[in-house]
């Protein structure tokens, strides 16, 4: 060891890692964590998927408000043996961060699943998953505005991808005709890139499981007043296997599985590093759609998405954001 390092090692010991220490460790946690982080916004971003699927086939059975309220429960069901213990034990520091999880639980929970249950009325999957992969744009902007620095790959990546898919929403032109189901997918775009970009400030201590729980909690309350309304109203649905069966999967799968697993690629490698993988969607949603409902894919849909399928690949091996 040289005089300079033993020098700057005893220096270390004595008052800390240095700045330049510091952000090697960093650099060396942020590439350790980008790739078990990718993996986990593709398993969300894969599952998710089915789930407009499910929407689109249940726009005809189940009232959009009940179908999201009963998918919350179910998903409550579902997180409640792994949460509920330990959320009873944090009792004090939920209580404390109570704001930030009703406003998370609005955004997420409440408002973005009501809003796709809605679109699937008067849109296909394909567009809702399409519309959907805008919301990477704006979880790009709101880490941009936190100060991060999103690196010139995934910035060039972003746009390759996000050209894809306005293509793809246009059919192979910039002509574009929205069904007011497409416009419920913008709102429901910009509700889910506000609740993603809001997770990097969760309160230190707010274990996953926690934050699932009680934030599935909260937002089938807010929904109970909009369920009771659309019961009075609308009456309720038959339960058989083709209005049962789909709930099950996006109150288990789609809840509280890809939940846990986007919150978690979020924590390792922020909103924008996550909403790369996030534009897979449409595509995911194109061939689920064509094979359990039948819509079409065309010659320029294909191009589309290999556009789609290079941004990512481009984002994903740019450096992670700091």
Avoid: K
Wanted: hydrophobic share 55%; proline share 5%.
């Amino acid at each position: 060891m040289t005089p300079e390092v033993r020098t700057r090692a005893e220096a270390e010991n004595r008052e800390g890692p240095s700045a330049e220490g510091r952000r090697e460790r960093a650099g060396r946690w942020a590439r350790g964590a980008m790739g078990p982080g990718l993996l986990l916004a593709a398993v969300a971003t894969v599952v998710w998927s089915g789930s407009f699927v499910t929407s689109r086939a249940l726009h005809d059975s189940v009232p959009p408000v009940q179908a999201a309220f009963w998918r919350w429960v179910v998903a409550i069901a579902a997180v409640a043996p792994f949460a509920a213990r330990q959320t009873w034990r944090q009792r004090a520091l939920v209580r404390r961060h109570l704001g930030f999880l009703t406003v998370a639980a609005l955004l997420g929970v409440t408002v973005y699943n009501t809003l796709v249950n809605q679109a699937g009325l008067t849109t296909s999957a394909a567009n809702m998953g399409m519309i959907m992969a805008a919301s990477p744009v704006l979880m790009a902007l709101y880490e941009r505005l936190s100060g991060a620095r999103l690196g010139a790959r995934r910035i060039i990546g972003t746009v390759v991808a996000c050209c894809g898919v306005l293509l793809l929403v246009g059919d192979g032109s910039l002509s574009f005709s929205f069904a007011p189901g497409d416009l419920w997918m913008f709102a429901a775009a910009l509700s889910f890139a506000t609740y993603s970009a809001l997770l990097r400030r969760r309160p230190d201590g707010l274990g996953g499981p926690v934050l699932l729980f009680t934030t599935f909690v909260l937002g089938a309350l807010m929904l109970l007043p909009a369920q009771l309304v659309s019961l009075t109203v609308q009456g309720g649905f038959e339960p058989s296997a083709g209005t049962v069966g789909p709930l099950v999967y996006v109150g288990v799968f789609s809840s509280a599985v890809a939940f846990f697993a986007w919150n978690r690629a979020i924590a390792l490698i922020g909103a924008a590093g996550a909403g790369v993988v996030y534009y897979l969607q449409p595509v995911c949603v194109a061939l689920l759609s064509y094979a359990l409902l039948g819509e079409r894919t065309g010659s320029a849909q294909v191009v589309c998405m290999a556009l789609i399928l290079g941004g990512v690949a481009l984002a994903a091996a740019g450096r992670p954001a700091r």
